[in-house]
């Protein structure tokens, strides 16, 4: 890998192309797109008239061919089909479409609890904590149904969610809560349970795994308790409990049973309720509750000694100031795109042959897997991808080589793959200083090892000087690929329609990332608007969370950024954190990662304190330049979409700890969009 230091269009359409139907569910927009599946909202329509919302997720087409994942995600099909709860969501039906699977679930009108929190930090609004009860007692009840679940004879499954966590917990405007994602689920007591689901690699968020679960041991529903325990802690802290330097010192801390003070945190919280909360993260699993239901009447008990509600109405009195109207908004929006698309298209016939109810589909999806075996698998030139050149045809080549260099004799120091690494076609492919120029190329180096394999190219891997330098390359071609932050992708989209984003990265699984605001701990700065006047320190003119989402925030509070406050560009986020340590500026914004790489790169971010949330961000974008060939564009985004960072990458990265690459779905870039266009600049 060539070393050396020297954000475009959105395309009309995602990488993947929704589709207009999935069965016979009307698509209306794709709302997500994970390492497994990718999920639909739908409509769909009976007789009468009638109709109604609802999800679809749906197998990603690249892993249909699979048995493994396909049959993954059947066993979470089999098992959520059969609960019939309130606090779980609901499955319609199971079947499959175009050789895929897919799940039709109940929609449900609502954010998840992290988005929740979020909404509540953003609005310097502690969560109440009947309502914090509220939520995790409903979430307690569906878990313990799970849990209770049994087998068609009666026999108790053993059911362990085993990926319990605020991204998994559903709550509505009216104060619902629900339960879901049963994608790694695990059913202990089946005898003739694959081994792959008891063992190997680490399956859930480390940050809510029980300590039993970070050791590898047998799981039983202990480990959903845990998992409660942690986030109710933080519905009622609205920070992490178990966040540190590294997952491995994450885990280190669930399995000591390494706890925050909570009453440290909040006062407020009574003392019943924290006996309550702990007992449920004890880190022996015998000292838990024995089950959710008991967690749930403790948790209950504790709120009423306090004088504490913690029924749908206290959730709902917390919940719909924050989401209800933007629920309502993307509803209507739903509804009114299902009847635009009910004029555009003609009515289509009956479901298709190929969708079945639940007790029927696994069956026919088995025996589609069975029959798409490695022979009659798709090759990659049948799908309209370049065929890979065999090795054998570049022997001669490079043997020619080996000879010439052996003449000048140097041909002792280089091995033959080496010559042929070196003999490959070079491409260009740059990041915008996102931080530190070695830290960066440092933690890209095993993906980039993994390109170049898939490509078969020898990848010259640059660090821009700025955000805009690595615009006018990627335009000019002169960088053939360019990792785009996400205010540079949707700037340059107007000027340059001729980049392609292939796809999005995923950091830590998550396509998105916070923009967090710090001020030096003890300059006496509690609220934003006491920034007036101040220095504020800036990663790029053209970065997101360093520059855009910031002074958006500060509009909010009534600063002009330009006038109100003085600006200063540190270059990039590490540098930023470094100069508000060292007392360069008051104030700085960075990317939510940004923290930890400071540390890690020697910045004394202990003298930092977090003062605001600034807004959700998309992760870099990955575009081709114009020189970039289709056959090549085609590889590349196959071999980005297949990347799975724990098994090719560096996930212990300071900066870039990407987890692999997801297709771009144009929705997640409208609070950048909103962000530029406050400033003056969309």
Same mark, same amino acid.
């Given at each position: 890998?060539?070393?050396?230091?020297?954000? @475009?269009?959105?395309?009309?359409?995602?990488?993947?192309?929704?589709?207009?139907?999935?069965?016979?569910?009307?698509?209306?927009?794709?709302?997500?797109?994970?390492?497994?599946?990718?999920?639909?909202?739908?409509?769909?329509?009976?007789?009468?008239?009638?109709?109604?919302?609802?999800?679809?997720?749906?197998?990603?087409?690249?892993?249909?061919?699979?048995?493994?994942?396909?049959?993954?995600?059947?066993?979470?099909?089999?098992?959520?089909?059969?609960?019939?709860?309130?606090?779980?969501?609901?499955?319609?039906?199971?079947?499959?479409?175009?050789?895929?699977?897919?799940?039709?679930?109940?929609?449900?009108?609502?954010?998840?609890?992290?988005?929740?929190?979020?909404?509540?930090?953003?609005?310097?609004?502690?969560?109440?904590?009947?309502?914090?009860?509220?939520?995790?007692?409903?979430?307690?009840?569906?878990?313990?149904?799970?849990?209770?679940?049994?087998?068609?004879?009666?026999?108790?499954?053993?059911?362990?969610?085993?990926?319990?966590?605020?991204?998994?917990?559903?709550?509505?405007?009216?104060?619902?809560?629900?339960?879901?994602?049963?994608?790694?689920?695990?059913?202990?007591?089946?005898?003739?349970?694959?081994?792959?689901?008891?063992?190997?690699?680490?399956?859930?968020?480390?940050?809510?795994?029980?300590?039993?679960?970070?050791?590898?041991?047998?799981?039983?529903?202990?480990?959903?308790?845990?998992?409660?325990?942690?986030?109710?802690?933080?519905?009622?802290?609205?920070?992490?409990?178990?966040?540190?330097?590294?997952?491995?010192?994450?885990?280190?801390?669930?399995?000591?049973?390494?706890?925050?003070?909570?009453?440290?945190?909040?006062?407020?919280?009574?003392?019943?309720?924290?006996?309550?909360?702990?007992?449920?993260?004890?880190?022996?699993?015998?000292?838990?509750?024995?089950?959710?239901?008991?967690?749930?009447?403790?948790?209950?008990?504790?709120?009423?000694?306090?004088?504490?509600?913690?029924?749908?109405?206290?959730?709902?009195?917390?919940?719909?100031?924050?989401?209800?109207?933007?629920?309502?908004?993307?509803?209507?929006?739903?509804?009114?795109?299902?009847?635009?698309?009910?004029?555009?298209?003609?009515?289509?016939?009956?479901?298709?042959?190929?969708?079945?109810?639940?007790?029927?589909?696994?069956?026919?999806?088995?025996?589609?897997?069975?029959?798409?075996?490695?022979?009659?698998?798709?090759?990659?030139?049948?799908?309209?991808?370049?065929?890979?050149?065999?090795?054998?045809?570049?022997?001669?080549?490079?043997?020619?080589?080996?000879?010439?260099?052996?003449?000048?004799?140097?041909?002792?120091?280089?091995?033959?793959?080496?010559?042929?690494?070196?003999?490959? @076609?070079?491409?260009?492919?740059?990041?915008?200083?996102?931080?530190?120029?070695?830290?960066?190329?440092?933690?890209?180096?095993?993906?980039?090892?993994?390109?170049?394999?898939?490509?078969?190219?020898?990848?010259?891997?640059?660090?821009?000087?700025?955000?805009?330098?690595?615009?006018?390359?990627?335009?000019?071609?002169?960088?053939?690929?360019?990792?785009?932050?996400?205010?540079?992708?949707?700037?340059?989209?107007?000027?340059?329609?001729?980049?392609?984003?292939?796809?999005?990265?995923?950091?830590?699984?998550?396509?998105?990332?916070?923009?967090?605001?710090?001020?030096?701990?003890?300059?006496?700065?509690?609220?934003?608007?006491?920034?007036?006047?101040?220095?504020?320190?800036?990663?790029?003119?053209?970065?997101?969370?360093?520059?855009?989402? @910031?002074?958006?925030?500060?509009?909010?509070?009534?600063?002009?950024?330009?006038?109100?406050?003085?600006?200063?560009?540190?270059?990039?986020?590490?540098?930023?954190?470094?100069?508000?340590?060292?007392?360069?500026?008051?104030?700085?914004?960075?990317?939510?990662?940004?923290?930890?790489?400071?540390?890690?790169?020697?910045?004394?971010?202990?003298?930092?304190?977090?003062?605001?949330?600034?807004?959700?961000?998309?992760?870099?974008?990955?575009?081709?330049?114009?020189?970039?060939?289709?056959?090549?564009?085609?590889?590349?985004?196959?071999?980005?979409?297949?990347?799975?960072?724990?098994?090719?990458?560096?996930?212990?990265?300071?900066?870039?700890?990407?987890?692999?690459?997801?297709?771009?779905?144009?929705?997640?870039?409208?609070?950048?969009?909103?962000?530029?266009?406050?400033?003056?600049?969309?």
């Amino acid at each position: 890998m060539a070393i050396s230091k020297s954000e @475009p269009r959105l395309p009309a359409v995602p990488i993947l192309p929704i589709p207009k139907r999935i069965a016979r569910y009307e698509v209306i927009d794709r709302l997500a797109t994970g390492g497994m599946a990718e999920v639909f909202i739908c409509c769909e329509r009976g007789h009468a008239g009638l109709e109604r919302l609802v999800v679809v997720k749906r197998i990603l087409p690249h892993l249909a061919v699979h048995a493994s994942f396909v049959e993954m995600f059947l066993a979470e099909a089999r098992w959520v089909a059969r609960m019939n709860h309130p606090n779980i969501v609901q499955v319609h039906e199971l079947g499959e479409d175009g050789g895929a699977p897919y799940l039709a679930m109940e929609y449900v009108p609502g954010s998840s609890v992290r988005d929740v929190v979020v909404a509540a930090i953003e609005r310097e609004m502690p969560t109440p904590i009947g309502a914090a009860l509220g939520i995790i007692a409903q979430a307690c009840a569906g878990a313990h149904a799970a849990h209770e679940l049994t087998d068609p004879s009666g026999q108790p499954l053993g059911l362990v969610h085993r990926d319990i966590s605020p991204h998994n917990l559903m709550v509505t405007a009216e104060g619902h809560t629900k339960l879901l994602d049963f994608g790694i689920a695990k059913a202990t007591e089946v005898a003739d349970l694959d081994d792959k689901t008891r063992t190997g690699a680490l399956k859930g968020k480390v940050h809510y795994m029980a300590p039993e679960q970070c050791k590898q041991e047998p799981l039983d529903r202990r480990a959903d308790v845990f998992a409660l325990g942690v986030v109710v802690w933080e519905l009622l802290a609205q920070e992490r409990l178990f966040k540190r330097d590294s997952e491995l010192d994450a885990m280190q801390a669930i399995v000591t049973g390494d706890l925050k003070d909570l009453r440290k945190l909040r006062r407020e919280v009574p003392a019943g309720v924290v006996a309550a909360v702990e007992k449920a993260l004890r880190p022996k699993r015998e000292d838990r509750y024995a089950t959710a239901a008991d967690m749930r009447t403790a948790i209950l008990d504790a709120g009423r000694a306090a004088g504490l509600r913690s029924d749908v109405d206290t959730v709902a009195a917390f919940v719909k100031p924050l989401i209800g109207q933007l629920h309502k908004e993307r509803e209507a929006g739903f509804r009114a795109a299902a009847v635009e698309r009910t004029r555009a298209t003609p009515a289509e016939g009956a479901a298709s042959d190929e969708a079945t109810l639940v007790d029927k589909p696994h069956k026919r999806a088995a025996a589609a897997v069975q029959a798409r075996s490695p022979s009659t698998a798709p090759t990659a030139k049948s799908l309209g991808q370049p065929a890979a050149v065999p090795r054998r045809r570049r022997l001669p080549r490079v043997a020619a080589a080996l000879v010439a260099l052996a003449a000048l004799g140097v041909g002792a120091f280089v091995g033959a793959q080496q010559l042929s690494r070196l003999l490959r @076609p070079r491409l260009v492919m740059a990041w915008a200083p996102i931080a530190e120029k070695d830290m960066l190329l440092d933690d890209v180096r095993p993906l980039i090892a993994y390109l170049e394999d898939e490509l078969d190219r020898t990848l010259d891997v640059q660090v821009t000087n700025s955000y805009d330098e690595l615009q006018q390359r990627l335009a000019a071609g002169t960088v053939d690929i360019g990792v785009v932050p996400p205010a540079l992708f949707v700037l340059a989209q107007q000027e340059h329609p001729e980049m392609e984003a292939l796809a999005v990265k995923l950091v830590d699984g998550s396509t998105g990332s916070d923009g967090v605001l710090y001020v030096d701990d003890v300059s006496g700065i509690t609220d934003l608007r006491q920034l007036k006047g101040k220095r504020f320190c800036y990663a790029d003119p053209k970065s997101t969370t360093g520059y855009a989402f @910031p002074r958006a925030a500060l509009r909010k509070v009534g600063i002009d950024p330009d006038r109100d406050v003085i600006s200063h560009i540190s270059g990039n986020h590490i540098a930023v954190l470094r100069d508000l340590a060292a007392g360069v500026c008051e104030a700085g914004a960075v990317y939510s990662g940004g923290y930890l790489a400071a540390d890690r790169a020697g910045v004394p971010v202990q003298r930092l304190r977090q003062l605001a949330m600034t807004g959700r961000s998309p992760q870099d974008t990955v575009c081709a330049g114009p020189k970039l060939t289709p056959a090549m564009r085609a590889r590349l985004k196959k071999a980005l979409l297949t990347y799975d960072g724990k098994k090719h990458g560096n996930m212990s990265g300071s900066v870039e700890r990407i987890s692999g690459f997801a297709p771009i779905r144009d929705s997640d870039y409208d609070n950048v969009r909103a962000a530029l266009r406050s400033d003056g600049r969309l």
